[in-house]
């Protein structure tokens, strides 16, 4: 059975740094292109980055870009998000998600972390 | 503001049909990528309910069913039942946006 846990959501202040890590079993994780998905209070999904098997190919959504670290370790099966310079409008439920290796959409989501910035 | 528009909500009562559609341009679903849709209710992962615009997931019931025509896609819930309340989503990719996720902004269902 496909299975996915965030880890390392809590409270931070802003300005601060934080890694959300996800720990995949059950499937051949190296196999897999893996997502990070968040939800702000009150709003929708967003999508927030995606890295291929073997790290080849990272994308990230341009609001996200030059804050936010994607990065795996397939020998761990573990995927990580770094953020730097945490600011209140990254508070949100942080997912990831594996891509169907047909590209058929998000096929697995953990149940995600919750990440809280304020003073 | 979504790359892929959706209603913000719709209803129906137990029984009835609704239809949540997803509107996208010609870098989307317009240029040939795929749609697929999600449910999500508060507190718990999002489920994959339907991919490649038409197809189920096992485990998926009939009552769902998807369809894409030109730039936008459209899921449709017959049979509505009070467990369906929650929020659906479309996704798709951009190639203005290197090929990247894009989510519609989501809508709520209540089943009255």
Redesign the interface.
């Known amino acids: 059975e496909v299975q996915l846990v965030e880890l390392g959501g809590g409270l931070v202040k802003p300005g601060g740094s934080l890694r959300l890590s996800c720990e995949a079993t059950g499937f051949t994780f190296s196999g897999y292109t893996m997502?990070w998905?968040r939800q702000a209070p009150g709003k929708?999904?967003?999508?927030v980055s995606?890295i291929s098997g073997r790290s080849s190919y990272i994308?990230?959504?341009?609001s996200m870009k030059g804050r936010f670290t994607i990065s795996r370790d397939n020998a761990k099966n573990s995927l990580y998000l770094e953020i730097n310079s945490l600011r209140a409008e990254d508070t949100a439920v942080y997912?990831c998600?594996r891509e169907?290796d047909r590209?058929?959409?998000?096929?697995s989501?953990?149940?995600?972390t919750l990440l809280t910035v304020s003073s | 503001q979504s790359v892929l528009t959706q209603p913000p909500s719709v209803s129906g009562a137990p029984g009835q049909r609704v239809t949540i559609s997803c509107t996208g341009s010609r870098s989307n679903i317009g240029a040939g990528y795929d749609v697929h849709w999600y449910q999500h209710l508060p507190g718990t992962a999002p489920k994959r309910l339907i991919y490649a615009h038409s197809n189920r997931p096992s485990g998926v019931p009939d009552r769902f069913s998807g369809s894409k025509s030109g730039t936008s896609a459209s899921l449709v819930i017959t049979g509505l039942q009070a467990e369906d309340e929650a929020d659906y989503y479309c996704q798709s990719y951009d190639r203005d946006l290197s090929g990247s996720v894009v989510f519609g902004g989501g809508t709520k269902l209540t089943v009255l």
């Open positions: 997502n998905v929708g999904l967003e999508w995606s994308f990230y959504a341009d997912y998600a169907d590209g058929w959409g998000l096929d989501w953990g149940q995600g």
